[in-house]
């Protein structure tokens, strides 16, 4: 099935540092929503996006909804060691099928090294 | 605290022998969803419910059913697990269809 370009496919950085990554499509999207998960467990919401422009902050996590509405990008400050996991950003296709199924990017694997 | 809870966390079964697994959820949600999630990807749709009404993804092997007896659970039932159905499945619930899912923790299904 289709699915978002998700970038980078994996990060190591340095406790403190800033991240970022983003999701692009060529497909226009209604909702866009940000997930972290842990190993052996569930993904869990991080953000969730359902308008163009629309700009939401969730404590050091900051996400956006692109204009285009093609795309979206999540941003980390001051990274910590609990930030370890993989971020899949998903979407809602605009005049897809109605029961609001998700197409999933491929995951950023993010390593916070102490 | 509202939350979508899957049991077991891990089951082993034997190549060939049905499995159940199970999600209940307290978020009063319409919708529940099963994915399938292998190493590294990301979560496979299977199917869903919108309340009773269940929708199958094209691509969703016959070996895999579900039900839904009430608002409150949902179950996947493997029929004749094979060792390529060793995976994670999740159980996520939304509202309603234009809206977040929720995921539960998973459940590491193991194929011997």
């Known amino acids: 099935g289709q699915q978002l370009n998700q970038s980078p496919q994996s990060m190591f950085i340095q406790e403190g540092e800033d991240v970022s990554m983003n999701c692009t499509s060529s497909?226009?999207?209604?909702?866009w929503l940000w997930y972290k998960q842990d190993p052996g467990e569930g993904p869990v919401l991080l953000i969730a996006?359902?308008?163009?422009?629309e700009l939401t902050s969730n404590g050091r996590l900051t996400a956006q909804f692109g204009i285009t509405r093609k795309d979206s990008f999540l941003n980390i400050s001051a990274s910590i060691p609990s930030d370890v996991g993989i971020y899949f950003c998903?979407?809602?296709?605009?005049?897809?099928?109605?029961?609001?199924?998700?197409?999933f990017g491929q995951g950023t694997i993010l390593t916070v090294h102490p | 605290d509202a939350m979508v809870i899957q049991n077991p966390r891990y089951q082993v079964t034997q190549f060939g022998k049905p499995v159940t697994l199970s999600c209940s959820q307290t978020?009063?949600?319409?919708?529940m969803y099963w994915y399938q999630q292998k190493s590294s990807q990301a979560p496979k749709l299977l199917f869903h419910?919108?309340?009773?009404?269940?929708?199958n993804e094209a691509d969703t092997p016959d070996n895999f059913q579900s039900r839904r007896p009430n608002t409150s659970f949902c179950f996947l039932d493997i029929r004749s697990p094979g060792l390529g159905d060793a995976a994670m499945y999740l159980c996520?619930?939304?509202?309603?269809?234009?809206?977040?899912?929720?995921f539960g923790p998973g459940t590491r299904l193991t194929v011997t």
């Open positions: 996006l359902y308008k163009a422009g």
């Open positions: 497909s226009i999207f209604n909702t």
């Open positions: 998903a979407g809602q296709l605009a005049g897809g099928t109605s029961y609001g199924k998700l197409t």
């Open positions: 978020l009063n949600h319409n919708v």
């Open positions: 419910y919108y309340d009773k009404d269940f929708n």
């Open positions: 996520a619930t939304s509202r309603d269809s234009d809206y977040e899912q929720y």
